[in-house]
């Protein structure tokens, strides 16, 4: 049996996040994760999220966000407007005091610094390919057996575990959800001009369209978020017939524009969980609130 002070069920960003923070106060911390380690690769953008100053600072801090930013994106404009009115608006940053108002950030880059800096920590053990058989707790502490046979005792266990959480499962922490009738599709797309570190998004009648900037000055990820059908048909297009539909809805913004990876859609749903903490068990992050 192995004694600690917190044990985080889920390697992502926020679990590998959490573990660093509470290893800067002495706390010996155990990260458990279902999946494999993340290894470090060329960054594919198909999955990425906007990190916000306040955010680079937390990375900053823990001394992992040279290697992400590396990798980033920065951007120090946004448009944003209405495809059936007039309906505009711009921001931009404004140095020095605020050279960028945030970066575009492929999610797995992300995770993979993250966890170049937790093998750096001593207080730090992770466990990976290996899954929760038993879960208790008292007044105390809370036990956690590994089906590798291995058991950890801890103050605090932290549920870190993603949208369909096994922690918050086995608690019974009651769950919200909510289903938007809509799909969100993804991909990368070459853009005929170039992005000039600018986010974009087009509000359209069937949801908005997200145009965001990649390292490539003529590469975007896009989001294009539209209600189920619309989304279903957008995806049994071929490429040029999308390429064509994507084009017509950014307004040619960007000139032409054409796919550079595959196409991914994903059904947005809203989850809540109306209880984050049981005992010594608490929930963050995706397993608490989530929109996909």
Same mark, same amino acid.
């Given at each position: 049996m192995q004694n600690l002070d917190v044990t985080i069920v889920g390697a992502g960003s926020a679990g590998l996040t959490l573990a660093l923070l509470l290893a800067e106060l002495g706390l010996t911390i155990a990260v458990i994760e279902k999946g494999a380690a993340p290894e470090l690769a060329t960054p594919a953008y198909q999955r990425v999220s906007a990190l916000n100053p306040a955010s680079m600072r937390v990375?900053?801090?823990?001394?992992?966000?040279?290697?992400?930013?590396?990798? #980033?994106?920065?951007?120090?404009?946004?448009?944003?407007?209405?495809?059936?009115?007039?309906?505009?608006?711009?921001?931009?940053?404004?140095? /020095?005091?605020?050279?960028?108002?945030?970066?575009?950030?492929?999610?797995?880059?992300?995770?993979?610094?993250?966890?170049?800096?937790?093998?750096?920590?001593?207080?730090?053990?992770?466990?990976?390919?290996?899954?929760?058989s038993q879960l208790a707790q008292t007044e105390r502490d809370v036990l956690v057996q590994l089906n590798n046979g291995q058991i950890l005792l801890s103050q605090l266990l932290v549920g870190a575990d993603g949208v369909n959480s096994f922690v918050r499962q086995q608690q019974q922490l009651p769950l919200t959800h909510w289903d938007y009738n809509q799909q969100a599709i993804v991909a990368v797309i070459a853009c005929e001009e170039a992005?000039?570190?600018?986010?974009?998004?087009?509000?359209?009648?069937?949801?908005?369209?997200?145009?965001?900037?990649? /390292?490539?000055?003529?590469?975007?990820?896009?989001?294009?978020?539209?209600?189920?059908?619309?989304?279903?048909?957008?995806?049994?297009?071929?490429?040029? #017939?999308?390429?064509?539909?994507?084009?017509?809805?950014?307004?040619?913004?960007?000139?032409?524009?054409?796919?550079?990876?595959?196409?991914?859609?994903?059904?947005?749903?809203?989850?809540?969980?109306?209880?984050?903490?049981?005992?010594?068990?608490?929930?963050? #992050?995706?397993? #608490?609130?989530?929109?996909?």
């Open positions: 990375l900053s801090k823990l001394g992992v966000w040279q290697g992400i930013a590396a990798q #980033a994106a920065p951007y120090s404009q946004m448009q944003v407007w209405e495809a059936d009115s007039f309906g505009r608006i711009a921001f931009s940053s404004e140095p /020095p005091q605020l050279p960028e108002l945030g970066w575009i950030c492929d999610n797995e880059a992300i995770r993979q610094q993250l966890y170049v800096k937790v093998q750096q920590q001593a207080a730090i053990q992770c466990y990976f390919n290996v899954e929760i992005h000039q570190a600018t986010a974009r998004q087009a509000f359209l009648a069937s949801g908005p369209l997200a145009l965001l900037p990649l /390292p490539d000055a003529n590469l975007c990820s896009i989001v294009w978020s539209a209600d189920t059908d619309r989304a279903e048909a957008l995806m049994a297009l071929d490429d040029n #017939a999308f390429n064509q539909a994507l084009t017509a809805a950014s307004q040619s913004v960007l000139g032409c524009l054409t796919l550079q990876s595959a196409r991914q859609a994903f059904p947005l749903k809203m989850r809540y969980a109306s209880e984050w903490v049981r005992g010594r068990v608490v929930l963050v #992050a995706d397993v #608490a609130q989530h929109i996909y």
